[in-house]
């Protein structure tokens, strides 16, 4: 059981001495297994919620718990898979040697943990094994970053806005296999995006976020069957979910009338 | 090693030329072939003193080498270290070394332990500053990685930071390499220790001008050929760079 609470969470910055409110008093529950969704506008903390529950920042108040234990400790566990925006591959390792880098600090694969090469292949970047970072396109980057995040088999997967370089086409081919992963190995995931198609297509749960400070606008329970399938994307309920999730992005601004164009 | 010969060559070349158009007399600065007539003839003993100089400066720039690579991650990891310690070090670096001889001396007696003291102050000070802007320079991305994936100080140390670094290390090595030979002489010069420095030194009071730049060409086909060999071993190390 690896659910994640986020009780009445506030994260405060420090910027040229005086106090940034990222985070106002959030709280979110990720039920165990459950792939969630947050999206907002930048600069609502979306990336400072993911490095919270990662133990990269701590809350200057409020409590998360990970399967409840602190974060520092499900890190510690090597429990945490994380995704960051750019790749962030060492440059001088090859995809396999990347793809291992969490083996090598665990000390080993955890429980039936999925071997490298396996992952290679899940990802589709077989014959690729030996090719350094700098040889491989944006996508592939991200791949190689993914299979990285699951060789720990992590109990919760956390991906910030992972495909936001990609175009189109591969990043709903990589939402796919993203999704057959994760259902697959049956990780919590929580995915940071800005764009509400993905946000819907992915997600048991989509919450919404506003900026200044940043704070939960409110959640949509997605109640489109699993697995998702491509032609979704065209169905009324999908619509209807989308716009459920404009509205609350966009609030009043979606009823106000058109400015009139200046001749 | 078509770096040394071109080197050597154009060295030789330019000598030769030099002597001939201005008819330098060979006391102040004799024909290459002088020299290497005297470098046949001694090249016993120029081989046994170049033994000493190199195993030296070798040593000692090992020891510069770990002793920067320490400093460096301590100071780049601890605040407070660093404002306690940083000041002594860059003091020391500032002493002349001609004015604290007597107490190296002194304290590590005339033989290789001097050596190693002389070029440990000269060449540890570039790699120590080059490493720090290294380890300082590591990607935040990369760090917060190690972090989340539960890994400590060390591993990160060895897998992350010091990789990021090494072409910084690398600059600062290429250029504490090169003045590791002369440092290893000029400790030489002030303990009377044997090697390439000392055979300079009585090569000039006998007035053996050919032995004299036997000796000098030797020592600084060495200072090349370190340089070139770290430049080769750091392209080996740094080829992701490309
Ligand atoms: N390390 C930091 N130091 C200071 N301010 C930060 C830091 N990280 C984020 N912030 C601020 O917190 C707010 C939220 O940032 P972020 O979480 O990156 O937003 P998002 O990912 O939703 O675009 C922004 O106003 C940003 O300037
Ligand atoms: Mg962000």
Known sequence: MTDITI???????????????????????????????????????????????????????????????????????????????????????????????????????????????????????????????????????????????????????????????????????????????????????????????????????VHVLAAHPGRLVTTIDVDLPRPRALAMLQTPAFNHLENAVRAALFGDELKAEPEPAHG | MVGPVVFVVVLLALWKLAVTAFAVPPYIMPPPEAAWTAFLKEADKIGYALFFTLRNAAAGLLVAFVLAIVLAAIFVSSRKVTHAVLPIVIGLRTAPVLAIAPILIMIFGRGIGTAIAVVVIVSFFPIMVNAMKGFSSTRKNALELM?????????????????????????????????????????EWLSGAPGLGTLILDASSYRKTGLLWAAVIVSMIMAYTIYWLTTAVEKRLTAWRN
């Open chain 2, 147 to 187: 972090h989340v994936l539960g890994a400590g100080w060390f591993k990160t140390f060895i897998k992350v930071r010091l990789p990021f670094a090494l072409p910084f290390i690398f600059a600062g090595l290429r250029s504490a390499a090169t003045s590791a030979i002369l440092s290893a002489m000029l400790a």
């Open chain 1, 7 to 205: 009780d009445h969470v506030t994260k405060n910055f420090a910027i040229d001495g005086r106090s940034v409110t990222a985070i106002d008093d959030i709280s979110l529950k990720f039920p165990s297994g459950s792939f969630s969704a947050l999206i907002g506008p930048s600069g609502c903390g979306k990336s400072t919620l993911l490095r919270l529950v990662a133990d990269i920042l701590a809350p200057s108040a409020g409590k998360i718990t990970i399967g409840g234990t602190p974060p520092d400790e499900a890190r510690r566990r090597h429990e945490i898979g994380f995704v960051f925006q750019d790749a962030s591959l060492l440059p001088w390792r090859s995809v396999m040697d990347n793809i291992a880098l969490p083996l090598e600090i665990a000390g080993g694969p955890i429980g039936d943990g999925p071997r490298p090469e396996t992952l290679i292949r899940l990802v589709g970047l077989s014959g690729f094994e030996n090719a350094k970072p700098a040889q491989l396109s944006g996508g592939m980057q991200q791949r190689v970053s993914i299979a990285r995040a699951l060789v720990l088999r992590p109990k919760i997967l956390l991906l910030d806005e992972p495909f936001g370089a990609l175009d189109e086409i591969t990043r709903q081919r990589m939402n796919m296999e993203l999704l057959r992963i994760w259902q697959e190995t049956g990780t919590t995931a929580i995915l940071v995006t800005h764009t509400i198609g993905e946000a819907v297509f992915m997600a048991d749960q």
